[in-house]
């Protein structure tokens, strides 16, 4: 049974940092493309950035490009998400996703597995 379980959301000002993690049971994230997404009440669910497999190339969303970085900790099974200088804007749940082919890309659709979601919260 294939499990993501994300972690590391909170209640935070503007500017501060945060790192969020997603660990994987059942699946091996190295071998995956991993992404994460977010939602604000009443939005769509947006892509935020992900690590794909083949070369472990990392993209991003421009309206986090230069803050949020992704990186993998294989040896845990886990992929971060180190979140800077935080915006009001940035305020959601925030999720990942994993595609066992290693492809991935910047839709939902794209991936089959997702965790249940971590809140951040940014105040002005």
């Known amino acids: 049974q294939v499990q993501l379980v994300e972690s590391g959301g909170g209640l935070v000002q503007a500017g501060d940092s945060l790192r969020l993690s997603c660990t994987g049971s059942?699946?091996?994230?190295?071998?995956?493309?991993v992404g994460w997404f977010r939602q604000s009440p009443g939005k769509e669910r947006d892509f935020v950035g992900a690590?794909?497999?083949?070369?472990?190339?990392?993209v991003y969303a421009d309206s986090v490009k230069g803050r949020f970085t992704i990186s993998r900790d294989d040896a845990e099974n886990t992929v971060y998400l180190q979140v800077n200088s935080l915006k009001f804007e940035d305020t959601a749940v925030y999720y990942c996703?994993?595609?066992?082919?290693?492809?991935?890309?910047?839709?939902?659709?794209?991936?089959?597995?997702w965790g249940q979601g971590t809140q951040v919260t940014v105040s002005s």
């Open positions: 996703a994993a595609d066992p082919a290693g492809f991935g890309g910047q839709t939902t659709r794209e991936y089959p597995y």
């Open positions: 059942g699946l091996t994230l190295k071998l995956s493309a």
């Open positions: 690590v794909m497999h083949f070369g472990g190339r990392t």
